[in-house]
């Protein structure tokens, strides 16, 4: 009896649970630079049929170094929004930037960063020195972007990030 009560025990500790068609999803844009469109305050990476959006105001884009340790924070909401879309095709600028998007591709699916995480920027100055007389010019700012704590929703499906450097969008003066 203790056997056949341990090789049942055996059974269901070996047995896996079935979640359903959850699937974790992820992305990769790291070799992607970061674009913005001329009449929107939308940043984003294109990679293929895989986009990567930032919506969040340019006051959080100042021409202006933050100080050590003191990034700037846009607490994600319904103002500051971070989605990440699956295409039907590979997608260009012109599906998130024009006046009235085209028709193709369609988006096939769309995660939605839950309000909660957080997108820290940190600002640096770009400069040149002159040669001659040493003199430092400031010619722009980089500004390095980082999601924090973000949870992406689906209609099926969610996945996290702890932290995952979105990349470094540059201003010029």
């Not at 340790?69 to 600028?93: C, F, H, M, Q, W």
């Not at 002159?130 to 980082?146: A, C, L, P, R, S």
């Not at 969610?158 to 979105?166: A, I, N, T």
Request: glycine residues 6%.
């Amino acid at each position: 009896m203790k056997k056949l009560f341990g090789i049942l025990v055996s059974a269901l500790l070996l047995s896996s649970c079935d979640d359903g068609e959850i699937v974790l999803q992820s992305f990769n844009f790291d070799t992607v630079a970061i674009q913005k469109c001329s009449n929107k305050e939308v940043l984003f990476k294109i990679n293929e049929e895989e986009m990567l959006l930032l919506d969040i105001p340019s006051i959080y884009f100042p021409n202006e170094i933050t100080p050590d340790g003191e990034p700037r924070i846009a607490t994600i909401s319904s103002i500051n929004r971070v989605l990440y879309r699956k295409y039907s095709d590979n997608v260009s600028s012109s599906s998130i930037c024009a006046d009235v998007p085209p028709a193709s591709p369609i988006v096939s699916n769309e995660w939605t960063a839950a309000n909660g995480g957080t997108v820290e920027i940190i600002t640096t100055a770009i400069t040149i020195t002159d040669e001659i007389t040493g003199e430092v010019t400031t010619t722009g700012y980089n500004h390095q972007i980082k999601f924090i704590n973000i949870q992406f929703v689906g209609s099926n499906d969610s996945f996290v990030f702890d932290e995952y450097l979105f990349g470094t969008y540059t201003t010029t003066l």
